[in-house]
């Protein structure tokens, strides 16, 4: 059987998400369809719309924002002197809610993985040399994903940072290797952040 355009569509938009099959994304556009009023539909293209119109990177640190720069760059009660860099910004909210760091971030927006054609140009590595010649940071740590992609950026920018005054730490492994940054609750982040140590 195959279904009107219209649903076949949506299923196969649906399948766009990671984690979404075609059995799961067929059972998300029936729901859409045949249980959702036309005010539930309107208020998840609103949604849509306003991600595609108000949501960007802030050009300081590039974190997801809808104010110019972020709600965290602007803030002058953050600790000025440390910055701590993440792969992507879903990573600066797991480390927010921990409530124990108060100081800067910076989204890589990716990790370098010559395997997939990413290099270093293709993440936010230069942004963040940039945002060092300019901010009285006396602290970097690296939060990347204890990932191969994730430890190899570390190496990276550790590399690039060795002949600063500017102190390089890593994350400790409270985080299991080949775990991401999002699935860590806020004890083991706490943690994380504790043992850093010197690279």
């Not at 556009?29 to 036309?38: C, E, G, P, Q, S």
């Not at 609103?46 to 602007?74: H, L, M, R, S, W």
């Not at 005054?165 to 860590?184: F, K, Q």
């Amino acid at each position: 059987m195959k279904y009107p355009d219209s649903i076949e569509q949506l299923i196969e938009s649906l399948r766009r998400y990671p984690g979404v099959g075609k059995k799961t994304a067929e059972r998300y556009a029936l729901f859409t369809v045949n249980r959702m009023d036309h005010e539930a539909i309107d208020k998840i293209i609103e949604a849509y719309q306003k991600i595609k119109t108000d949501i960007f990177n802030c050009p300081i640190c590039g974190n997801i924002t809808d104010t110019d720069p972020c709600y965290i760059c602007v803030d002058d009660s953050r600790d000025k002197e440390t910055i701590i860099v993440v792969e992507e910004a879903k990573d600066v909210i797991v480390m927010e809610k921990t409530n124990k760091y108060h100081g800067l971030y910076h989204v890589l927006n990716g990790a370098i993985s010559p395997s997939n054609g990413i290099g270093p140009d293709n993440i936010n590595i230069k942004e963040l040399l940039e945002r060092l010649k300019d901010e009285q940071v006396k602290e970097v740590i690296l939060a990347t994903n204890l990932s191969n992609e994730g430890e190899t950026t570390a190496r990276y920018i550790s590399r690039l940072l060795i002949d600063t005054d500017i102190l390089v730490t890593r994350i400790a492994h409270g985080i299991p290797a080949g775990g991401n940054i999002e699935y860590a609750d806020e004890i083991t982040i706490f943690k994380a952040l504790e043992g850093r140590r010197k690279i």
